[in-house]
């Protein structure tokens, strides 16, 4: 049988690139309104008369559950994110904004700095690597905030940006100042970053539901959890799990071995969303993840694998929507699929072997990393085929509209390039035109790569028309609570 060429995984599996039609409707709002509400910080950074900006972690409460800089993925993706909108929006370098605070102030050692006066002084006295010619400088301003989801308004996040300076320490604790708030439209890439897991089964895709519908229909399911209802809806699956995420099951191996991927559940006040969570793996051991089609219904269906934000595919740090895609037809189910680390190239013809690292190799290296080290993700998408919902004027100017990323940062960015030359590359890499404590990541058992890759067979491309996102897992691993 002839072989395709699909990352040497399987012979029947390939990648599907992004078609020029891809629908991106309802994803990306977070962006979006970061973006929009950009302004009063700029302007409260100007009346501060700040020199250098750093953004540390933001917390994410989920429901009635306390906030937590671990809850959610997008606890750690935030920091970049804020970054990379004060950057694009300057019109010059008219104030410095550093890179990956948390990843520096771990690196120095710097401890509870909302609780300790000798950590909070720590913070204010290391330097951090100014974003585009990474001179040192010591920073005089952080941000930080928080991103709340609650029953009471599923429709929308709200997102509140906090800031400090060396003057906020106060009665043994620092005490934030609110800059800006704002409710940012509930997606599902939104629900998936604030690590809820969800599964729409294809009933969904009928032409006669909305993009819009989904989002809703996910958003339903992913409450109904929080507040500890059991009741079924058509449109959706009972729940999302590693077994099932939309018609597939997912396991991770450590030298062969099949891992329990544990099930993390609260609490006395209801039945919450579940969470899952992996355990370390020991530096030097041999990682693999699997996959497998179980849905037997028609149609191919589509994989974005990620591993600290970055999918297995040439290390893509796009929105899910734009990543290109694993592709399962019919004939793969039941039929396990293997993946042993991030394939790079054009042609994905260099393999480069998940890896555990230890904990000093790992220190320091968060940018490298991605910006969701400690979290595997999982998104699954389905065609709606050729034939699309009849839409409202503003629902279609909605669906057409090109979706909005902040996330991305520029490859291979030298030391001392220029602030312009920087920016621009920061916009082309989002697609785009001018216009508690730190957390610590336990470094035992952080997933990275090996230094060198090994051969693998190049890949074909195959289309998913009109795709659209039916199901999403999150795994925590190697990071305390």
Excluded at 40 to 65: A, D, Q, T
Excluded at 340 to 367: P, T, W
Excluded at 388 to 399: F, G, M, R, V
């Amino acid at each position: 049988m002839k072989r395709n060429r699909c990352f040497g995984i399987a012979t029947t599996l390939a990648l599907a690139f992004l078609s020029s039609n891809i629908s991106t409707a309802w994803a990306g709002q977070l962006d979006r309104e970061l973006i929009k509400n950009t302004g009063p910080i700029l302007e409260y950074l100007s009346k501060h008369k700040v020199v250098n900006v750093g953004v540390l972690p933001f917390v994410v409460k989920k429901g009635s559950r306390e906030a937590s800089f671990v809850a959610a993925p997008l606890a750690l993706s935030m920091p970049t994110r804020l970054e990379n909108t004060l950057i694009m929006a300057l019109e010059e370098d008219s104030f410095g904004i550093v890179r990956d605070s948390a990843g520096t102030a771990n690196k120095a050692k710097v401890g509870d700095y909302l609780g300790k006066k000798a950590d909070f002084d720590k913070l204010f006295a290391t330097k951090y690597d100014r974003a585009w010619d990474r001179v040192p400088v010591r920073v005089d301003c952080f941000l930080t905030g928080r991103v709340e989801y609650s029953p009471k308004n599923p429709a929308k996040s709200k997102v509140i940006i906090e800031a400090f300076d060396r003057t906020s320490w106060k009665d043994g604790k620092v005490v934030l100042k609110t800059v800006d708030e704002f409710d940012v439209p509930i997606d599902r890439t939104l629900l998936a970053e604030q690590g809820y897991n969800f599964a729409l089964s294809r009933s969904a895709l009928s032409p006669k539901v909305k993009p819009s519908d989904r989002t809703k229909l996910a958003s339903r399911l992913v409450m109904r959890r929080e507040v500890g209802s059991t009741v079924s809806e058509e449109g959706v699956n009972d729940t999302a799990t590693p077994d099932d995420i939309a018609g597939f099951a997912f396991e991770v191996r450590y030298d062969g071995k099949k891992q329990e991927i544990k099930l993390i559940q609260s609490t006395k006040d209801g039945q919450k969303a579940p969470e899952y969570e992996l355990p370390s793996a020991p530096p030097g051991t041999k990682i693999t993840m699997h996959l497998k089609r179980t849905d037997a219904d028609e149609g191919a269906l589509g994989i974005v694998l990620k591993v600290n934000g970055l999918s297995t595919c040439d290390k893509e740090d796009a929105d899910s929507y734009l990543c290109r895609r694993w592709i399962f037809g019919p004939e793969m189910v039941g039929k396990p699929d293997t993946y042993k680390g991030f394939y790079m190239g054009a042609d994905a013809s260099q393999l480069f072997l998940f890896e555990a690292m230890g904990k000093e190799e790992a220190k320091g290296l968060n940018n490298k990393l991605g910006a969701r080290t400690g979290w595997i993700d999982i998104d699954v998408f389905a065609s709606q085929g050729e034939k699309k919902p009849k839409l409202a004027k503003a629902e279609l100017e909605e669906s057409e509209a090109p979706l909005v990323m902040t996330r991305s940062v520029p490859r291979n960015a030298k030391k001392g390039t220029k602030f312009e030359d920087y920016q621009k590359a920061l916009f082309t890499a989002n697609r785009q035109h001018r216009v508690e404590s730190l957390v610590r990541m336990k470094a035992l058992g952080i997933v990275y790569h090996a230094v060198a890759p090994v051969p693998s067979s190049p890949i074909s491309e195959t289309t998913l028309p009109n795709p659209e996102h039916i199901g999403h897992l999150s795994i925590r691993y190697g990071s305390g609570k």
